[in-house]
């Protein structure tokens, strides 16, 4: 008798058709890569994934923010006989000291000589007999005592909840803004659930912006990193553009050209690394540069998809998931951001297309540009 982990995946998975196996394999790829430095073993049986390991408590850890399992559950793996199965479902029963409970049991071994249902009914009443006092209940009991029947069988009570989504490197790329603040770390959360595989652009004004803020993005990356794997940052020099752009042009376009500077860079790089498609924190009115009339101007420039996952988030519910991703605290370290040293007392809030390409027009943009992604750093964190 061994303890094991069982693993399932989240159900759209099952919905990919003959896509299924390639995410299926991509997915146990992602799991492997994850506890690639651990000891353990995997097992197959008739469909189902268990992975087996002296430190399953670790393999949890890891395993909860994988992208695409919607679950994990600690099986016990024993013989496939009803008194083996009634043996550990009174442990479990016992361990719990739940009152109500049912049984739920699926079984794939059709030489088993009991159907499911038969099992469900079979175990409740042997349960019922070996503990005084308990009740089945068929909706809402305290424990449901889950029984799988394959090769082997395999009793479970306890689930944990993972990240759901869709295996990570399934669905295209993405350049993310990553700025030291609360929202970007969970834009790229977002795109990495949905198995977008996330690079990350950030735009270091130094000496303005401290090596501290820098250090803070550099974590805040190491952090992405638990969701997505391998995961590289490009800093790029932005001390040089906002300079010209605040010698150069109007107090209250400063925001707005900045942002479309922003978003130049993220293409080019992009381009440059063969990734399809741009992401930001923005989320709609949050600022004075994230009025719908600044998001339609600095896509503008952008000559790929645009993603803001948390377009329509309110600031509370975005730090929820940042809490709950573990980036909340890094994000609120109190270290200066390029958009905070440079902000206009009266940002425009309405800008107008035409008028900010005419403004732009004293810059040697793609001058600008190009010498900034020269001057960039690329970590691999
Ligand atoms: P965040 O909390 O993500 O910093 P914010 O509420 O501070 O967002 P802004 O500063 O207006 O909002 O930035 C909007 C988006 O632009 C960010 O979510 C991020 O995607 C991008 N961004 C802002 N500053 C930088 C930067 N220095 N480097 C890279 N991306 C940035
Ligand atoms: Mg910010």
Redesign the pocket.
């Known amino acids: 008798m061994r303890k094991l982990i069982l693993i399932k995946y989240a159900a759209e998975i099952f919905l990919k058709g003959l896509n299924r196996g390639k995410f299926e394999k991509k997915l146990k790829n992602n799991i492997k890569n994850v506890i690639s430095d651990l000891e353990w073993t995997s097992v197959s049986d008739q469909g189902r994934w268990f992975i087996y390991s002296e430190d399953l408590d670790e393999i949890i850890n890891r395993l909860v923010n994988v992208s695409g399992i919607a679950e994990l559950c600690i099986v016990t793996e024993v013989e496939a006989s009803m008194d083996e199965i009634e043996k550990q479902a009174v442990i479990e029963m016992k361990e719990s000291k739940a009152v109500t409970f049912k049984v739920q049991t699926n079984r794939a071994n059709k030489s088993f000589p009991k159907n499911s249902l038969e099992v469900n009914k079979e175990l409740g009443g042997r349960i019922l007999n070996d503990i005084e006092g308990l009740k089945v209940k068929v909706t809402n009991p305290e424990i449901i005592i889950n029984v799988e029947i394959r090769e082997k069988a395999y009793v479970y009570s306890k689930k944990i909840k993972a990240v759901g989504g869709l295996p990570y490197g399934m669905n295209g790329n993405t350049m993310?803004?990553?700025?030291?603040?609360?929202?970007?770390?969970?834009?790229g959360y977002l795109m990495a659930r949905r198995g977008v595989e996330v690079s990350?652009?950030?735009?270091?004004?130094h000496p303005y912006?401290s090596e501290r803020a820098k250090e803070k993005?550099k974590d805040l990356a190491k952090i992405l990193k638990k969701y997505t794997g391998e995961i590289k940052l490009y800093v790029?020099p932005?001390t040089e553009i906002q300079m010209q752009i605040i010698e150069k042009c109007r107090e209250d376009e400063l925001?707005i050209i900045m942002?479309r500077f922003?978003m130049r860079i993220?293409c080019t790089l992009a381009e440059k690394y063969n990734i399809q498609s741009v992401?930001?924190?923005?989320?709609v009115g949050?600022?004075?540069?994230?009025t719908m009339e600044s998001l339609v101007v600095s896509d503008d420039v952008s000559d790929r998809p645009v993603f803001?996952p948390?377009i329509a988030d309110d600031?509370v519910e975005?730090m929820d998931v940042a809490r709950k991703i573990g980036t909340y605290e890094t994000?609120i370290l109190p270290y200066e951001?390029?958009?905070?040293i440079f902000v206009p007392k009266h940002p425009k809030t309405k800008p107008i297309l035409k008028h900010i390409i005419e403004s732009e027009k004293v810059l040697d943009v793609n001058k600008l540009v190009e010498e900034a992604v020269n001057g960039m750093e690329i970590f691999e964190m």
Do not use: N, W
């Not at 990350?200 to 004004?205: G, M």
């Not at 949050?286 to 994230?290: D, G, N, P, R, T």
């Open positions: 993310l803004m990553l700025s030291g603040g609360i929202d970007s770390p969970v834009a990350c652009v950030y735009y270091h004004s912006t993005v790029v932005f925001t942002r922003m993220a992401t930001t924190g923005e989320s949050q600022v004075a540069s994230q803001r948390l600031k975005i994000s951001d390029c958009c905070t």
